[in-house]
Every structure is written in structure tokens, then in C-alpha cells.
């Protein structure tokens, strides 16, 4: 393996909206780099295919082709692929190989994906992404964790991360990015069913009034058109997370009620958007609105039909 990561060569499993970023911000810096995606071989395959040429990175036919030509493989699929990707991977990867958990999974999940890793001689740390990917790109605020985290930081910030060593033990970032989702994925989930159901009584402005004078540094008109639009496009990607979450709470000991009603209302609103509610993927008008009531509108039409 190159000891400058600026010569690996980085394997990227997960070509979704994460996954572009970094191969994006990596490429700028002519690091080599390599995806595999399982949409590739879907109709949705021709746009990442699309992406991949334009970027100079290299698309491969599986799990196993990327590990084994990788010195660094950083995993960025939905929650629930973060165990069955490490497993994939594992099979193929060389000794001594970096494996970058980027997912949103619960500390038992990582404990068992860091088991599969290192039990094939790779070197497994786990990442906690504390914010969202877009506004900050790769250098998004990673938490990492693990045996080898103190190792790979230094290595990870010279290629533009901007990573944080938060413990030497597996599932502590993970634990600190879940029990902050319980907050910011469940506000999202609050906010879509707060603010349709006002605008199905009518006392939008009154509710949105009466939660300015209450946390007054919240523009909750913008705030609410963003948690709308993002749900909108991501809400499959959350809800996965959000079972992850739940997860993470039973494996505290309490029961998830708050977190198994948040992965429940973003499952549904990624349904009404897989129906085509909010327009069609990849146009510019789909989940675009600056308006929240465009959404909700649109919601209760569809639950009034």
C-alpha cells in the first residue's frame, strides 16, 4: 500500500448522491478512484454511468473486483447494506487495506461489520458523518472510531477530509451520530406532519407564529421548505437510517417509540415519492419547492383522493 493517500488507489462502494461528492473532490486531486454500485446494472446505472465518465472514475463489477484492487475502500450505502457490504468486501480484501464505514448504522452494526473486516486482515474504522454531505462535501465532520482511527485521521485529513478521532473503541461515533438523528431525522418527520396537518385546518400562520416566538432564531418557513425537499429525495435512505436508530435504542435497553414513528413517516413519504407525487426523479422541479404548502398540498390532495 502507498503510504502518501494521495497515491492510493480508493475504492468507493455506494455511487449514490455520497458517493458522487467524494469521487468528485477526490478526482480534483487526481487520486485514483474506483465504484461499484448495485444500480449500475438498472436504468438508474445510465446516469451514474454518465457521472462516472465525466469524473475519470473507474466503474467495477462487484464487490470483490473493488476491494482487491483498493488501499483504501470507503463503504457509503443505506443503513441496512453497511454488514452485507463489509461481508462482500471481506472476501476480496488484501492485508492491511482500509475500510471506511461512512453509514449510518448502529454500533452493533458496525461491531459486527469491524468483526467481518478484520477477520480478513483488512483494517476497519468506522466514520460517524455528523451533518448533511452536500453544503460541506468531503469535508463533511467525520467522527471516527476505532483501533486504527488515530492511524488513518492524519491520513484522511491530507486528501481533504475533515476527520476526528472520537474514540478508540467501535460504536462510540456511532452512538453519538444515532442519538443525534433521534433528534434531527425525528424534527424532519415533526415538521411534515405538523406543518400538513395546519395547512389541512388552515392555522398554518398561526402555528408557524406561535413557533417563531418560541425559538425565534429558526426561520421556520425555510427550515420547513428544506426538511420537506430533503425527506422528499431521501426519505428511503432515512427511514433506513432511522431502523438503524432504533436499533441503536433497543440496544440501550428502551423501547424506540419516537425513532420507529420517524423511520415510519419518512418510509411514507418516500413511497408517495416513489409514486411520482412530488414530480419526476431527476427534473428540476421535483422536490424543488420553496414553498412547503406546494408539498403539503400535494400530500393532502393524495390522502383526500
Given at each position: 500500500?502507498?503510504?502518501?493517500?494521495?497515491?492510493?488507489?480508493?475504492?468507493?462502494?455506494?455511487?449514490?448522491?455520497?458517493?458522487?461528492?467524494?469521487?468528485?473532490?477526490?478526482?480534483?486531486?487526481?487520486?485514483?478512484?474506483?465504484?461499484?454500485?448495485?444500480?449500475?446494472?438498472?436504468?438508474?446505472?445510465?446516469?451514474?454511468?454518465?457521472?462516472?465518465?465525466?469524473?475519470?472514475?473507474?466503474?467495477?463489477?462487484?464487490?470483490?473486483?473493488?476491494?482487491?484492487?483498493?488501499?483504501?475502500?470507503?463503504?457509503?450505502?443505506?443503513?441496512?447494506?453497511?454488514?452485507?457490504?463489509?461481508?462482500?468486501?471481506?472476501?476480496?480484501?488484501?492485508?492491511?487495506?482500509?475500510?471506511?464505514?461512512?453509514?449510518?448504522?448502529?454500533?452493533?452494526?458496525?461491531?459486527?461489520?469491524?468483526?467481518?473486516?478484520?477477520?480478513?486482515?483488512?483494517?476497519?474504522?468506522?466514520?460517524?458523518?455528523?451533518?448533511?454531505?452536500?453544503?460541506?462535501?468531503?469535508?463533511?465532520?467525520?467522527?471516527?472510531?476505532?483501533?486504527?482511527?488515530?492511524?488513518?485521521?492524519?491520513?484522511?485529513?491530507?486528501?481533504?477530509?475533515?476527520?476526528?478521532?472520537?474514540?478508540?473503541?467501535?460504536?462510540?461515533?456511532?452512538?453519538?451520530?444515532?442519538?443525534?438523528?433521534?433528534?434531527?431525522?425525528?424534527?424532519?418527520?415533526?415538521?411534515?406532519?405538523?406543518?400538513?396537518?395546519?395547512?389541512?385546518?388552515?392555522?398554518?400562520?398561526?402555528?408557524?407564529?406561535?413557533?417563531?416566538?418560541?425559538?425565534?432564531?429558526?426561520?421556520?418557513?425555510?427550515?420547513?421548505?428544506?426538511?420537506?425537499?430533503?425527506?422528499?429525495?431521501?426519505?428511503?435512505?432515512r427511514a433506513e437510517e432511522v431502523r438503524e436508530v432504533a436499533e441503536t435504542v433497543r440496544e440501550a435497553g428502551?423501547?424506540?417509540?419516537?425513532?420507529?414513528?420517524?423511520?415510519?413517516?419518512?418510509?411514507?413519504?418516500?413511497?408517495?415519492?416513489?409514486?411520482?407525487?412530488?414530480?419526476?426523479?431527476?427534473?428540476?422541479?421535483?422536490?424543488?419547492?420553496?414553498?412547503?404548502?406546494?408539498?403539503?398540498?400535494?400530500?393532502?390532495?393524495?390522502?383526500?383522493?
Amino acid at each position: 500500500m502507498a503510504e502518501d493517500p494521495k497515491r492510493w488507489q480508493i475504492g468507493l462502494v455506494g455511487y449514490g448522491e455520497v458517493g458522487r461528492i467524494l469521487a468528485e473532490d477526490l478526482r480534483r486531486q487526481d487520486i485514483r478512484v474506483s465504484a461499484y454500485d448495485i444500480k449500475l446494472g438498472s436504468e438508474q446505472g445510465v446516469a451514474l454511468k454518465q457521472h462516472a465518465a465525466t469524473s475519470g472514475v473507474v466503474l467495477v463489477a462487484s464487490h470483490a473486483e473493488l476491494a482487491a484492487k483498493s488501499d483504501f475502500v470507503i463503504s457509503a450505502v443505506t443503513a441496512s447494506q453497511a454488514v452485507p457490504v463489509a461481508k462482500a468486501c471481506a472476501a476480496a480484501i488484501n492485508q492491511g487495506t482500509w475500510f471506511l464505514d461512512f453509514n449510518s448504522a448502529s454500533p452493533g452494526a458496525k461491531q459486527r461489520a469491524a468483526a467481518l473486516i478484520d477477520g480478513a486482515a483488512g483494517r476497519y474504522v468506522e466514520g460517524a458523518v455528523m451533518t448533511s454531505v452536500p453544503p460541506y462535501r468531503i469535508k463533511v465532520p467525520l467522527l471516527l472510531g476505532g483501533p486504527g482511527a488515530r492511524e488513518l485521521e492524519p491520513l484522511l485529513n491530507a486528501i481533504g477530509f475533515a476527520a476526528k478521532v472520537a474514540s478508540d473503541e467501535l460504536g462510540v461515533s456511532s452512538a453519538v451520530k444515532m442519538c443525534r438523528s433521534i433528534m434531527i431525522k425525528g424534527l424532519e418527520a415533526m415538521v411534515i406532519e405538523s406543518f400538513t396537518t395546519a395547512r389541512a385546518y388552515g392555522v398554518e400562520d398561526a402555528v408557524l407564529a406561535s413557533l417563531a416566538e418560541t425559538f425565534p432564531a429558526i426561520n421556520w418557513e425555510k427550515q420547513g421548505a428544506y426538511f420537506f425537499q430533503r425527506v422528499i429525495e431521501h426519505g428511503r435512505r432515512r427511514a433506513e437510517e432511522v431502523r438503524e436508530v432504533a436499533e441503536t435504542v433497543r440496544e440501550a435497553g428502551l423501547t424506540p417509540w419516537s425513532a420507529q414513528g420517524t423511520a415510519e413517516r419518512q418510509a411514507w413519504i418516500a413511497d408517495l415519492a416513489d409514486e411520482g407525487l412530488f414530480g419526476a426523479r431527476g427534473t428540476e422541479e421535483f422536490a424543488r419547492s420553496a414553498d412547503w404548502r406546494t408539498e403539503a398540498d400535494r400530500i393532502l390532495a393524495r390522502i383526500r383522493c
